[in-house]
T-cell receptor, first 111, second 111 residues
Framework: QQQVKQSPQSLIVQKGGISIINCAYENTAFDYFPWYQQFPGKGPALLIAIRPDVSEKKEGRFTISFNKSAKQFSLHIMDSQPGDSATYFC??????????FGAGTTVTVRA | NAGVTQTPKFRVLKTGQSMTLLCAQD?????MYWYRQDPGMGLRLIHYSVGEGTTAKGEVPDGYNVSRLKKQNFLLGLESAAPSQTSVYFC??????????FGQGTRLTVV
């Protein structure tokens, strides 16, 4: 039973468009919410992360929005580029640092 | 600086055979993890270790054993492989904070 639910399963966006991936969780003890990016044949790599004391974090073209009351968080990829084509995983952990991952979203950016 | 290195990268096993997957990290991290990745299910935690000589069960530990005799190495063993263990296995390590660094993965097929 997945503790973090992620949607959509896949999405296609035009170059320059915005990609939005959503995640929801139930466990209110989670206090760390990272997003990982994975290219085919590679391991996941940390993209950006947020803690529940802030509602938004931005790093370059990537933004996390966090809604503590709704127990939801999302990743926005602005000005999407072909190089952003990858699988994105949201995750959550408590202070024990054991990550619970969402099922993943495959993003395809068309040139 | 190699980061997290997994050996082997690919393996085909017959049902009932045993094998050991090796994970080595050169970042002096305390925490190490083994995950399996299956389509549509994200990454699920098999076993983890919070320091040399310690191991603990994760979300899906059945059929696997682990050992951490040295801080830099974390071994995952399959005593009697089953087709349900066909998966991509990822090792990760992290310091006493939260970012997890992943290896390149081991693709295991059990026939």
């Amino acid at each position: 039973q997945q503790q973090v639910k992620q949607s959509p399963q896949s999405l296609i966006v035009q170059k320059g468009g915005i990609s939005i991936i959503n995640c929801a969780y139930e466990n209110t003890a989670f206090d760390y919410f990272p997003w990982y990016q994975q290219f085919p044949g590679k391991g996941p790599a940390l993209l950006i992360a947020i803690r529940p004391d802030v509602s938004e974090k931005k790093e370059g073209r990537f933004t996390i929005s966090f809604n503590k009351s709704a127990k939801q968080f999302s990743l926005h990829i602005m000005d999407s580029q072909p190089g952003d084509s990858a699988t994105y995983f949201c995750a959550a952990s408590k202070r024990d640092y054991k990550l619970s991952f969402g099922a993943g979203t495959t993003v395809t950016v068309r040139a | 600086n190699a980061g997290v290195t997994q050996t082997p990268k690919f393996r085909v096993l017959k049902t009932g055979q045993s094998m050991t997957l090796l994970c080595a990290q050169d970042m002096n991290h305390e925490y190490m993890y083994w995950y399996r990745q299956d389509p549509g299910m994200g990454l699920r935690l098999i076993h983890y270790s919070v320091g040399e000589g310690t191991t603990a069960k994760g979300e899906v530990p059945d059929g696997y054993n682990v050992s951490r005799l040295k801080k830099q190495n974390f071994l995952l063993g399959l005593e009697s492989a089953a087709p349900s263990q066909t998966s991509v296995y990822f090792c990760a390590s992290s310091p006493l904070t939260t970012e997890a660094f992943f290896g390149q993965g081991t693709r295991l097929t059990v026939v």
